[in-house]
């Protein structure tokens, strides 16, 4: 077996194939690498840094994958983003990233088959409202997340964002029917996460009611999250502890508790839950201005978030109005074109219609007038071969007979002529020749001593481009006239002027024979049937003795 050598200029090009192949793969890898990087400096932030250069890379991102019609990628951005704002403390970028990620979604097709982005888009949103101290619209959304929902551990985080709604509403009793109802599926979850967020939060509301077990359920819920390194779950958990035995007097205790909390706000880098830790710590501070100044402050605070009241869901269903009124004046639209497009049909139908009405008549006229044709050329052969041929017999048999009056030799011979003439008159006509020439034979046919026959323009006529029907026709009529010129004008001079205007054919016949007023009555009617049956026009001037005049359009 022997191999080909390749060419340099062969392998070259397939080295720089695989080195482009490779570098893409590189690049790809690369920016799935980062991706990974700056999404766990969200979800799990280590230092201060984390959350902003994450804020930083997935706006960038998000622009990018928008120019790309990468809608899919653009809505997990967002929602990394709003995640992103709301560890830091900005409800209002964060609620805006997640009302731009639904109106991506709802902008698509597919909008039913992405639960999972559409839970989360709805429960950050419920957050968002519950820290912007707007518990209806945030139980109204968590609601709407459980709705979709079809996992259990999308329908836990949801009922426990739903039952801290109610704590803050002080309404403990009903925040601890959902804890509890949680609490007894935890052994479902396998999942060490939400078991602490189960346990924290059903602590937190017992030692509200000042159930024995809460403090159990709380310092079992800080272990999980001390062991999973989970520094938002752990600054919880402190933060409820500092709580707990703040309302058992136990002060050194609650500030120990709520120092912890403050530290891991610095970890976690979210000026939202420093200021949780230190409005904890105010709390426990016996110095009056100090509790003095809190409440001031959270009342300004309560009052501005409430003026403000910058709801981008709000401004999303007003949006949603807006695209429904648009939506409607759009299908007003489309019924309306669709009305036009119905009627255009039914006019392009009715076109055809007419059309082929006009076509197929066409054709039947054209076939009636070819079957005419045939049958006067099969009856002019039949009188040629059968009726001629025999009076010709009998008068060549009666020539030899001295006994007969020779008065009846010659009617005989007028009807042997006339039957001639009717075989000739009505003979086919070969088409395949060229016509003008047979039409010139024709006419000059007519020709003799007492009568002069004169053509113009006959042979300049385009008769290749004429179909074969009508020349049958032109034939026909114009045999036509010349046969009743030579039997009732007695004309002796006939002229017959061919002209092309257009697309049509003129031909004018006239003679100086006697006229009559009564003209159609000597069997030219039958010329104006043919012509008509060609979509021609023939028209006659004639008057007694002044000749007789045809002008024919084809």
């Known amino acids: 077996m022997s191999y080909k050598k390749v060419s340099f200029p062969l392998r070259f090009l397939c080295l720089f194939t695989m080195t482009f192949c490779l570098s893409l793969i590189g690049t790809a890898q690369t920016s799935s690498d980062s991706s990974r990087l700056y999404r766990k400096a969200i979800l799990q932030p280590a230092n201060p840094q984390d959350l902003p250069s994450g804020i930083y890379y997935y706006t960038k991102k998000k622009e990018i ?3 790309l019609k990468d809608t899919l990628n653009a809505i997990y951005d967002l929602r990394l983003l709003s995640i992103a704002e709301f560890k830091i403390g900005n409800n209002f970028s964060s609620e805006n990233h997640v009302v731009e990620a639904i109106n991506l979604i709802e902008s698509m097709s597919t909008k039913d088959t992405l639960i999972n982005s559409r839970v989360g888009l709805y429960n950050q949103l419920g957050r968002i409202y519950r820290t912007s101290n707007n518990s209806t619209e945030a ?8 709705e979709i929902a079809n996992k259990l551990k999308d329908s836990v985080v949801i009922l426990n964002n739903k039952a801290n709604i109610y704590k803050d509403l002080r309404d403990y009793k009903s925040a601890l029917n959902i804890h509890s109802f949680l609490f007894a599926k935890r052994f479902e979850l396998k999942d060490d996460n939400q078991m602490s967020l189960v346990a924290d939060n059903l602590g937190h509301v017992q030692s509200k009611l000042n159930l024995p077990e809460g403090l159990q359920n709380l310092k079992y819920a800080l272990e999980l999250r001390e062991k999973n390194n989970d520094f938002i ?4 958990s402190n933060t409820h502890l500092a709580e707990f035995y703040l309302n058992k007097k136990d002060t050194n205790t609650a500030v120990a508790y709520a120092k912890e909390a403050l530290a891991l706000s610095d970890k976690i880098n979210s000026r939202s839950f420093k200021l949780d830790a230190i409005s904890t710590l105010m709390n426990m501070d016996k110095n009056p201005l100090i509790h003095e100044y809190k409440k001031l402050t959270d009342s300004i605070a309560n009052a501005k978030q409430l003026a403000e009241n910058k709801n981008a869901f709000l401004k999303y269903n007003v949006a949603e109005e807006q695209k429904k009124t648009q939506a409607s004046i759009l299908l007003q639209e489309i019924e309306s074109r669709k009305r036009l497009a119905y009627q255009a049909l039914a006019f392009i139908i009715f076109l055809i219609l007419i059309g082929s009405y006009f076509i197929y008549r066409n054709r039947y006229r054209k076939a009636k007038i070819e079957e005419i044709y045939k049958t006067e050329t099969r009856i002019a052969k ?6 001629a041929n025999d009076m010709y017999k009998v ?6 007979n001295s006994g ?11 009807i042997y002529t006339k039957t001639r003439d009717i075989s ?6 070969d088409l395949r020749e060229d016509f003008g020439l047979q039409l010139n034979d024709l006419l000059l046919g007519y020709k003799n001593d007492k009568v002069k026959v004169i053509t113009r323009n006959l042979s300049k006529m385009p008769w290749d481009t004429v179909p074969e029907l009508k020349k049958t026709t032109v034939y026909r009529v114009l045999q036509e006239l010349m046969t009743n010129m030579r039997k009732h004008s007695q004309a002796t001079f006939v002229t017959l002027i061919f002209q092309k205007k257009g697309s049509k054919i003129h031909i004018i016949y006239k003679d100086n024979g006697v006229g009559s007023d009564l003209f159609k009555k000597n069997g030219l009617q039958h010329t104006e049937s043919r012509i008509a049956s060609i979509n021609g026009t023939i028209n006659f001037e004639s008057k007694k003795g002044d000749g007789f005049k045809a002008s024919i359009i084809i």
Request: charged residues 35%; proline residues 0%; negative net charge.
């Open 139 to 146: 139980i109204r959304t968590f609601d709407k997340a459980l």
């Open 395 to 400: 008068m060549t048999s009666l020539e030899n």
């Open 382 to 387: 039949k009188v040629h071969d059968e009726v």
């Open 404 to 414: 007969i009056d020779s008065n009846i030799l010659d009617e005989m011979e007028k």
């Open 233 to 236: 779950g752990q600054h919880a």
């Open 65 to 67: 994958d928008l120019e």
């Open 424 to 429: 000739r008159d009505n003979s086919a006509i």
